[in-house]
């Protein structure tokens, strides 16, 4: 581009100039169709797949068309008390899509569909024989009381709210609950129903089977019925398989111990739902003008990346060249990079998992080796990796986020959900706000609190370690949390056995105590070791040390720490027996290969139950005393024997990593999900204005207005402290006060 500035290739209007009128116009558009797709004979074909495979359960549906027969069926769900509830959109944008037809179930009457915006694929007119918006609005007030069962209440709960301003509120969500009973599944509504309520007898159909490519909207209404009205029928089934197993005093619940998890269903994870929806329907405002700051900033930082990335290749040229490749390199072809790595500067095995790769992983382990220090491929991943970072923050992020934010109306509607984890973690989509780096912190600056309001950054300190304490119990532990001191500073003088004020980042006069500082440092890459269960040889190499002094420094912690080390050990034992592990307010993780043999052998059919116990005691003994670099070649030998080998042990020792760390990171992610409704629920919050906009991790980020700024971070504070209730040390947390995310702090009186 030589001199020219990209910035003015940027053209997005400014908040205030958001033509809102084109965005209503574009909701109101018919969804676009592929283009491969001749409409009308893909519909007919749809038409005879959905008699073929649905025509007798649509036998038993009904298609409603009358606003009268709508109420009079809301009616009668009342009376029942129960209804399971599903909706048909014309996308996956709640915020920006229609609904389609909604469909209901309770137990008195058959599955319905009420279409609500079918079209004309002709032209593309509304059909008639439909229910009004005002029917649906009257119907869904009918039914706030009842017990309303979703699969994914987050999206039909929004959906209906968009159409008709009605708030339901889920009583089961058979998708989460499906989550807190086995995270390892799928959680599709057709795979569990096949599975749980057809016994794996019926193959489920979905929608790509029948209608791929067709906007549902443009299926004529008697077709979409055999496949829409079937949804809450399955939904209510699921429930009651369901309900069985998480309803406290119910038989299956006490057989297989769930009553914990049942009541942490209960009361923790269905009432954060209303708060996540709350928080979507809110939004973040969004500054282009920021924006457009900051496109220019990091378009000009890439460019020069890109120039120092290409002469950081100059001691490689004549390689580069000899081996055909284009001079400088592609940095966006991997292949090219590749080449690079391990044919010219033969760089070998970095990372395990990835011995030939080029990405994010390799490049991290190669400037973090001792090895590469001073050799110009250490220049040169280094280069790569600026260019790499700045790409993504203009493509992922500026441009990503200022295009979403034009197309809704100047604001972002992330999703937030919670059944993303199998740690029961928060997570992000649509866009992840979770993922806005905060590395580079003035990419948040474009998220704004609005007009007379302050954004109230508040996090959590040391959530992690205090969930440790408070899950292991260690005397030791939990007096360095009371004693009021750094906490990895006073780990740190355990560790090394040395005075506390050694041990600190600072001196008396402010100065840096460089010692104190790593011996801080290695205290805290240990904590977070254990937290995230790293193995040794990652520890090593975050301390930029050999396999002997992580151990060296690991028993250092253990012993200083025994009931803790007690609590790893017996945790980890424990869960290797039953298969699964609880945490400290109920939630299970489960880890079926931990109940498995090491190895496992298919033999041919035939063969005869004494000759296979003893050829798998043989081959079991020949894998376990067989070396790491043996083991394949002696996999290759069974298997000449026509013998399949199933490997578990990678499986086991991945588990068994895992065990301490869910313990860890389920416990904080309750935490934080108690803090966000303590902020949600708390009556003066609501009365002066403030809304909850954003969880990141154990970060809470509330909108606040100025006039109330004071009271509200008190209040905001000691709903977050208050979500500790039940730890056995008390939590802490860190405020920030600004106009906008990541801003410059202010104080407030």
Not at 134 to 162: P, R, T, W
Not at 676 to 699: A, F, T, W
């Amino acid at each position: 581009m030589g001199g020219v500035r990209c910035v003015s290739l940027f053209t997005l209007p400014q908040r205030k100039e958001v033509d809102i009128a084109t965005i209503t116009k574009k909701i109101k558009e018919p969804p676009k169709v592929k283009s491969t797709i001749n409409l009308a004979q893909a519909i007919k074909d749809a038409e005879s797949k959905v008699k073929e495979t649905l025509g007798k359960d649509a036998e038993g549906f009904l298609l409603i068309k009358s606003d009268e027969e709508f109420l009079a069926y809301c009616e009668q769900a009342k009376k029942d008390g129960v209804v399971a509830i599903d909706t048909e959109t014309t996308g996956l944008d709640a915020m920006l899509d229609n609904i389609v037809g909604v469909c209901l179930y309770s137990p008195s009457q058959k599955p319905m569909y009420a279409p609500i915006n079918h079209l004309s694929p002709i032209t593309k007119d509304k059909l008639g024989g439909q229910l009004s918006l005002e029917a649906l609005k009257k119907g869904m007030e009918l039914l706030k009381g009842s017990k309303c069962i979703f699969h994914n209440a987050y999206f039909d709960i929004l959906i209906v709210y968009q159409a008709t301003k009605v708030m339901l509120t889920a009583y089961w969500d058979t998708q989460i609950s499906s989550h807190l009973l086995n995270e390892n599944e799928s959680h599709s509504l057709k795979d569990l129903y096949a599975k749980y309520i057809l016994n794996n007898q019926v193959d489920a159909t979905y929608f790509s089977d029948l209608f791929d490519g067709i906007p549902f909207c443009y299926i004529p209404p008697h077709v979409a019925v055999a496949y829409a009205a079937k949804d809450p029928l399955m939904t209510y089934k699921l429930f009651k398989f369901q309900e069985n197993f998480l309803t406290e005093d119910s038989e299956g619940c006490k057989e297989y111990g769930l009553e914990k998890m049942a009541k942490f269903q209960r009361e923790e994870v269905m009432p954060t739902l209303p708060v996540l929806i709350d928080m979507k329907l809110t939004g973040m405002e969004f500054d282009f003008d920021e924006a457009k700051i900051l496109k220019e900033k990091y378009t000009k930082l890439k460019e020069d990346a890109v120039v120092a990335f290409n002469k950081s290749l100059e001691p490689f040229k004549e390689e580069i060249i000899a081996h055909n490749l284009p001079y400088p390199l592609n940095y966006n072809s991997s292949q090219q990079v590749k080449e690079l790595f391990y044919a010219i500067a033969q760089i070998g095995i970095v990372y395990r998992k990835e011995p030939t790769g080029t990405g994010k992983n390799v490049r991290d382990a190669i400037l973090a080796l001792d090895r590469f220090k001073g050799k110009p491929i250490r220049t040169v991943v280094e280069c790569l990796t600026k260019v790499k970072e700045y790409d993504k923050v203009i493509s992922t992020f500026i441009d990503k986020l200022s295009e979403d934010a034009k197309l809704h109306g100047g604001r972002i509607y992330g999703n937030i959900r919670m059944t993303s984890t199998v740690t029961g973690r928060l997570a992000g989509s649509e866009p992840n706000l979770m993922q806005v780096p905060s590395k580079m912190k003035d990419i948040r600056r474009m998220f704004t609190a609005g007009e007379g309001n302050y954004l109230v950054s508040c996090d959590f300190s040391k959530q992690e370690p205090c969930c440790l304490a408070s899950v292991c119990k260690d005397p030791a532990l939990i007096e360095t949390f009371h004693s009021g001191l750094d906490i990895y500073s006073k780990i740190a003088s355990m560790i090394f056995n040395l005075p506390y004020e050694d041990c600190l980042e600072h001196n008396p006069d402010g100065s840096t105590n460089k010692d104190g500082k790593e011996r801080r440092s290695v205290a805290k890459k240990v904590v977070l070791s254990i937290l995230y269960s790293k193995g040794l040889k990652t520890l090593a190499e975050d301390l930029h040390a050999d396999i002997n002094k992580a151990q060296e420094v690991m028993d250092a912690v253990k012993t200083a720490f025994p009931v803790m080390a007690k609590w790893m050990d017996d945790t980890v034992r424990e869960a290797c027996r039953v298969g699964y592990e609880d945490n400290l307010f109920g939630r299970r993780r489960r880890w079926p290969e931990l109940l498995k043999p090491s190895y496992e052998f298919i033999f041919p059919k035939g063969t005869d139950e004494n000759t296979i116990a003893y050829q798998s005691a043989i081959f079991r003994g020949k894998l376990k005393r067989a070396r790491f670099s043996d083991k394949f070649k002696v996999k290759q030998s069974i298997e000449a024997k026509g013998v399949r080998v199933i490997d578990n042990e990678a499986k086991q020792a991945e588990a068994k990593r895992q065990i301490v760390n869910f313990a860890i990171q389920s416990a904080a992610a309750a935490i934080t999900m108690r803090a966000m409704r303590n902020v949600y629920n708390n009556q003066r919050l609501r009365e002066i204005g403030c809304k909850l906009l954003m969880s990141v991790h154990d970060e809470l980020i509330v909108k606040v207005p100025r006039k109330y700024a004071k009271e509200a971070v008190q209040l905001i504070e000691q709903c977050m402290i208050g979500a500790g209730e039940g730890l056995v040390v008390p939590l802490a947390c860190d405020t920030e006060v600004s106009d906008r995310w990541y801003g410059e702090p202010v104080e407030v009186s």
